[in-house]
């Protein structure tokens, strides 16, 4: 069975643990950098970027979540996860993990939408996806490689780029799993391509 980590250090994690299960694939949620040689996926959930960077350096993890980006196994960051594997975030020096090629702007719906519900078409995923926004940021560029799956009022939402998959909402608070589906195909697709 596909193994689908979920970074248990801070933010949505129980949801995405249920989106996972219902997608058929078994989760896992990692609290300590060992157990990612476990799993053929990772995905890092909302919450908040700075708290979550601040317990990654914490635990010691940030040499092992690059590692984990350059063995081939995909990446799923949603929201504050997308903030953490993007290469250049507005406003900052330096990125997270800094893997795709995109420039994210944090909390960029405003303060008066910090939190709205818009109905996307996400492109090989679904026409008609309830998305959930939460102080969200947005892709403001992204590089040439990467492919865009998903506009809000023509700001880029959600995008993929090989193996990594970001997105701006939270996939996982509702109960329609399609995006979920797709990044555990993703994870399919590239352990085929291991063997
Ligand atoms: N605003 C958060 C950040 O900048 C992201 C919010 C979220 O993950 N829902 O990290």
New binding site residues.
């Given amino acids: 069975m596909i193994k689908v980590g979920v970074l248990g250090l801070q933010?949505a994690v129980r949801e995405h643990v249920l989106s996972v299960e219902a997608c058929g694939a078994e989760a896992v949620v990692i609290k300590r950098k060992e157990q990612l040689d476990e799993v053929d996926g990772l995905i890092l959930p909302?919450?908040?970027?700075?708290t979550m960077r601040r317990l990654i350096d914490k635990y010691d993890f940030m040499d092992s979540l690059k590692q984990f980006a350059q063995s081939g196994k995909p990446m799923f960051g949603t929201?504050?996860g997308l903030?953490l594997l993007a290469k250049h975030i507005i406003g900052y020096d330096e990125p997270h993990i800094g893997v795709m090629d995109v420039r994210v702007e944090?909390?960029s719906f405003g303060r008066q939408r910090e939190s709205f519900e818009a109905d996307l078409n996400i492109a090989g995923v679904a026409e008609d996806f309830a998305a959930v926004f939460?102080?969200?940021?947005h892709i403001v560029e992204a590089g040439e490689n990467v492919e865009i799956l998903a506009k809000h009022n023509d700001r880029i939402v959600a995008a993929r780029e090989g193996r990594f998959l970001g997105c701006s909402f939270?996939p996982e608070l509702t109960d329609d799993h399609r995006l979920t589906g797709y990044f555990v195909e993703m994870i399919k697709e590239s352990k085929q391509l291991a063997i």
Avoid: D, M
């Fill in positions: 933010g909302g919450g908040e970027s700075t929201c504050a903030i944090r909390n939460i102080r969200a940021p939270h």
